[in-house]
């Protein structure tokens, strides 16, 4: 899928703001704090509901106004075109549409608009905690297994009533049902997890033997508890130590990927342009599995696709984007080396200044 129309009202700097990105390669030039993050942010936005950047929902909304809205018409691969709103106020208010039609679901929007990001800080996917790779896994399991969203849903729901009767030491009297309950919903979607994984691994393997053929990478999940036996097992042998932490301590919300290089775990052995390279790959290649399961694209949002990355490296990554035939939002301060990296392509320019866009 790909945007076909992007509007933007009292969004960040932008009071009103309108573009046609094209289908492949949009460059987004501009100086310091013209507008260019800002704008792929709505993008973001229309894919997560909330932002990439640190801070309140409310730091969207244009200084001195009440709310934002973010449009946009898309594409699907089909050829059917829809319209997505997101509009949202200074009390929290949330609006979406769909088609005209006001929508409950965030996930009905997110469904339609999967968005992946690239930042000079998302090489917190590796660097940081386990919860940032989970994340990256359930975006994948989101999109291309429909069913995972209610088991997800329904299993967050129980652990947060779990964990509140145990904090409270009200939990062994209730116990048998909860603990069903959320065994069946983690068993589920420890399976998806596992099996999106293990579709993935391929794809990444193949990438990473361009991307950093030094290295001999592995990535391992770990489900949140010992698979040999069930999830029940597992709640049931760690009780008493759930009651002393006042938490469960055992499921899926305790998975992790465990990504190595040579055998050693990432963190130590890769430096920041090559972390930067890896989690590339592994953004690059979640989109393309998406397309083989599906056949829907994702679109790719890149901010600051320079730093620290060599020009060799950038090449690698340009190229990749470029073959994915995804529509991608590439923001820099100037064209400079942008347009030859990206020459083979079909590019559109857009120049942002003080909060207004400009077709080039
Ligand atoms: N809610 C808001 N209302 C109005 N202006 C805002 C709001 N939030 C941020 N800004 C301003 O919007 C401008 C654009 O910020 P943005 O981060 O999008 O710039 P940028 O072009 O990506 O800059 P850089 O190249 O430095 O990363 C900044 O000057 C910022 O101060």
Request: overall charge neutral; charged content about 25%; some cysteine.
């Amino acid at each position: 899928m790909y945007l076909e129309a992007l509007a933007l009202t009292q969004f960040r700097n932008f009071a009103q703001a309108k573009i046609e990105p094209g289908q492949t390669i949009n460059l987004i030039t501009g100086d310091n704090g013209s507008g260019k993050t800002s704008l792929l942010e709505s993008i973001y936005c229309l894919g997560f509901g909330r932002s990439f950047r640190p801070g309140s929902y409310r730091q969207l909304i244009q200084h001195d106004q009440s709310r934002f809205t973010v449009f946009a018409r898309v594409v699907e691969q089909s050829g059917q075109k829809h319209t997505v709103g997101y509009q949202r106020d200074d009390v929290g208010e949330v609006q979406l549409r769909i088609d005209s039609e006001k929508e409950k679901k965030f996930a009905a929007l997110a469904r339609m608009v999967p968005v992946q990001l690239m930042t000079p800080e998302s090489t917190e996917l590796v660097l940081g905690g386990p919860k940032q790779r989970r994340q990256f896994i359930d975006w994948g399991v989101f999109h291309v297994e429909h069913s995972f969203y209610s088991d997800w849903v329904n299993f967050s729901k129980i652990l947060k009533q779990r964990n509140s009767l145990l904090k409270m030491r009200r939990f062994k009297n209730e116990h048998a049902y909860w603990d069903e309950q959320l065994a069946s919903h983690g068993e589920r979607i420890a399976d998806y997890r596992e099996s999106y994984i293990e579709g993935l691994s391929d794809y990444l393997s193949e990438r990473l033997k361009t991307f950093l053929p030094q290295y001999e990478f592995t990535a391992v999940l770990k489900a949140g508890w010992d698979r040999s036996g069930t999830l029940l097992d597992a709640l049931n042998k760690h009780q008493e130590q759930d009651l002393r932490y006042g938490h469960t301590t055992v499921g899926p919300h305790k998975a992790e990927l465990r990504i190595q290089a040579n055998g050693d775990d990432v963190k130590n052995i890769l430096s920041r342009g090559q972390l930067k390279l890896l989690v590339a790959a592994l953004k690059l290649v979640q989109g393309e599995y998406l397309q083989r399961q599906t056949g829907v694209q994702c679109i790719y949002l890149v901010d600051d696709i320079a730093a620290e990355l060599d020009e060799h490296s950038q090449k690698k990554f340009c190229d990749a984007l470029m073959a994915s035939n995804s529509q991608v939002f590439v923001s820099a301060i100037d064209v400079g080396i942008l347009a030859e990296l990206f020459s083979s392509a079909d590019i559109k320019m857009f120049h942002v200044e003080h909060g207004t866009v400009k077709e080039q």
